[in-house]
């Protein structure tokens, strides 16, 4: 086996040497130099001012900006459009005049690109961008990250983060999510501890309990800033179909008056929410249904009707062609589909779009032009992009095992679109619910209810393990002491030992009967996985087994997109296996084998190599057009597993050392996957 890093042993973290880390800043080209962090004595602390860039300060926002002048962290928790992001542009400046750098981390590459593409327009050549996908300008002392690169740059090269003055955590309460929370947690532990934390949260009733963790862990002074306010209020409404001639009601009118009413029409009442949102002028509106398909057909069917006069059919569609032009998509199919929604007000939204499709219809929406939108629910994550009206299809949704009601905590996060600051009064929410599923209670929880706390998904992988276990050695297991996790249990007084201290000492076990731990060490297998982030077992594996070696270069763009790759029910592609299909799967059948031994519930993924047939006829120059003969998987989801296969092949070809045969393989596979509407670089550069 042969890669740059050399066996490790607990001790001598931080030292590495060869090519360049993944995920990991770039270390500087030539003798730029940062000044040291500024001591709090040293400050010379000047009164909150009463305006920052033209707009007057909220007082919540005086508050956040007074603490980050009083060199502390802060942690701001106010709804969604109360001008949280305010206080990030302060900080940004007030790490440029310290002449310090700042970290922007955000959940999700959509909105790292609007970030970035925002930031740019403010303040030039100092706002870089690292989203595992693209890298620009990573020296700049704004620099863009989703949360997933900066916890990798923490552990491959924490030296690379000194000059760093701040860390906004935006969309800190992502942390509960289920399958990527941990990236958040991870981050704030193990963050080297001069950096201070700037964390925008929406409004959750365990704020203190959170910032309390952070001050633990980080051993730092953090304040905690609420609001509860917005500055446009909304208005809440159920639209309950057929229940008499006033069909819009407020919760308690609906199933209070009328638990058990049989359905009868009004004759002249609106049959559907977006019926009676046009007719009451709530224009522009966001229509939120929790399926691809729904969006579609809503918008098809909404299509049919006239919501632009020519004057703004004119605008809209000279606007579209203009971003169409920009992109370099004028003229294909799914373009002139999408057009000829624009040209009658309405547009729909969701992962499976071509990812320059969802760049233009965001765009679009920004303008006004477009009168609704259908998206789901991932629209509303961060993007700063409201309406007048907030349209709900359902408040259900299946989340992937039952149908149930929504959290109070995403309603209210989708919810918090409604409402534009300076153009509207009010907002306007609207829920489409039947009379046999309104239950008083749910939907009272729903609408009006103190929304969920955030709980701690803490579940460290093999390759974070690996990196703790050098910093830890045999006491890594006491890593999950250490996390919010704990924290809350010891806060809520649990007596039970958590099933995570078990999980960690499990996996170090497997790690150890696989050959990647040996004594305090990790072995030259550790090692490569160590620096691999996502799918290091199946990387790490297929590499040791001499699958890559073996394998063509057209071979190699299959076997990486059939790791990253997770078939959804609805998808189906012609058939075609390739040699080493079968020995992929063997081997991470082995690992999964032991994880089971070691009483281990999440097993490592399996290779995926249902679309064979679509990622070698893309490889082999077909259009992204004529890949549709092969599959019905959405493009967008083409796109991305495509992406998530360059961004591995990546990872490994930084790992290995300058000389071996497989760094230009790898980049032989990623030069032939990586063009047209995968090119995710090319798509920010052409925005």
Not at 319 to 342: C, M, S
Not at 431 to 448: C, F, G, K, N, V
């Amino acid at each position: 086996m042969r890669f740059c890093h050399k066996p490790r042993t607990p001790g001598t973290f931080g030292a590495h040497g060869g090519a360049e880390p993944p995920g990991g800043i770039p270390r500087e080209p030539g003798p730029r130099r940062y000044p040291a962090p500024i001591s709090i004595e040293d400050r010379d602390v000047e009164p909150v001012p009463a305006t920052f860039r033209g707009k007057r300060l909220y007082p919540f926002q005086k508050k956040a900006i007074e603490a980050i002048d009083s060199g502390r962290s802060v942690i701001v928790a106010a709804p969604t459009g109360a001008g949280k992001t305010l206080v990030a542009d302060y900080a940004i400046e007030h790490a440029f005049e310290q002449g310090r750098r700042i970290v922007y981390t955000a959940p999700i590459k959509a909105l790292s690109n609007q970030k970035f593409r925002d930031f740019r327009d403010e303040h030039g050549d100092d706002v870089g961008i690292m989203t595992g996908d693209v890298t620009i300008n990573p020296e700049a002392p704004l620099l863009i990250m989703t949360t997933e690169v900066f916890r990798n740059t923490i552990f491959e090269s924490p030296e690379r983060l000194e000059p760093v003055e701040f860390v906004v955590f935006d969309e800190i309460h992502y942390l509960d999510d289920e399958e990527r929370g941990t990236v958040w947690e991870e981050s704030i532990l193990y963050a080297p501890l001069h950096i201070r934390v700037l964390a925008l949260s929406a409004t959750i009733p365990n704020i203190e309990q959170l910032a309390g963790w952070i001050r633990k862990a980080r051993k730092c002074e953090m304040d905690v800033v609420e609001e509860h306010e917005r500055p446009v209020p909304l208005h809440h409404y159920l639209y309950v179909p057929d229940v008499g001639p006033k069909e819009l009601r407020q919760l308690k009118g609906v199933l209070a008056k009328h638990p058990r009413q049989r359905r009868f029409r009004t004759d002249g009442a609106p049959r559907h929410p977006l019926e009676y949102a046009v007719r009451e002028g709530w224009l522009p509106a966001l229509y939120f249904a929790f399926s691809r398909r729904d969006c579609e057909l809503l918008c098809e069917r909404e299509a049919k009707h006239e919501l632009l006069d020519k004057d703004e059919r004119r605008q809209i569609l000279a606007h579209f062609d203009d971003l169409a032009l920009r992109y370099e998509v004028d003229g294909q199919p799914g373009t002139q589909r999408l057009r000829r929604f624009a040209g009658n007000g309405v547009l729909y939204h969701h992962a499976g779009l071509l990812p320059i499709y969802k760049e233009i219809v965001e765009r679009l929406f920004t303008t006004g032009d477009v009168k609704i939108l259908f998206a789901t629910e991932t629209f509303a994550l961060g993007v700063n992009m409201p309406a007048k009206c907030v349209i709900f299809d359902t408040l259900k949704k299946f989340d992937g095992v039952d149908v149930r009601w929504l959290k109070t905590r995403d309603y209210l996060q989708m919810a918090g679109r409604a409402g534009r600051q300076g153009i509207d009064e009010e907002g306007i929410v609207l829920s489409r619910i039947w009379l046999e599923e309104a239950e008083y209670y749910p939907l009272e929880r729903i609408t009006q209810g103190e929304c969920e706390g955030v709980t701690s998904r803490f579940n460290l992988s093999y390759s974070t393990l690996l990196n703790l276990f050098l910093r830890l050695g045999k006491d890594v297991t006491t890593a999950y002491d250490k996390s919010f996790a704990h924290y809350q249990e010891t806060k809520q007084q649990r007596k039970t030992a958590s099933p995570r201290n078990k999980v960690i000492a499990q996996r170090i076990r497997v790690l150890r009967e696989m050959g990647y731990i040996e004594g305090e060490g990790t072995t030259p297998t550790g090692e490569l996985a160590r620096m691999i982030n996502g799918y290091e077992v199946q990387v790490t594996e297929f590499y040791r087994a001499g699958v890559f070696e073996r394998a063509s270069v057209l071979e190699l763009c299959a076997i990486f997109t059939a790791i990253v790759y997770e078939a959804r029910k609805v998808d189906e592609a012609d058939e075609r296996g390739i040699r080493f299909e079968k020995e992929c799967i063997g081997l991470v059948r082995d690992w999964r084998k032991e994880e089971k031994r070691q009483g281990l519930r999440e097993l490592t993924k399996n290779p995926d190599f249902a679309i064979n047939s679509v990622v070698l006829a893309w490889a082999k120059g077909s259009t992204f057009d004529d890949l549709k003969k092969y599959t019905n998987v959405s493009e967008g989801d083409l796109v991305r597993a495509l992406r998530m296969a360059l961004q591995l092949m990546r990872q490994l070809g930084r790992v290995l050392d300058k000389d071996d045969p497989l760094r230009a393989k790898l980049a032989e596979a990623a030069a032939l996957l990586d063009r047209d509407v995968v090119d995710a670089r090319r798509q920010l550069e052409l925005g």
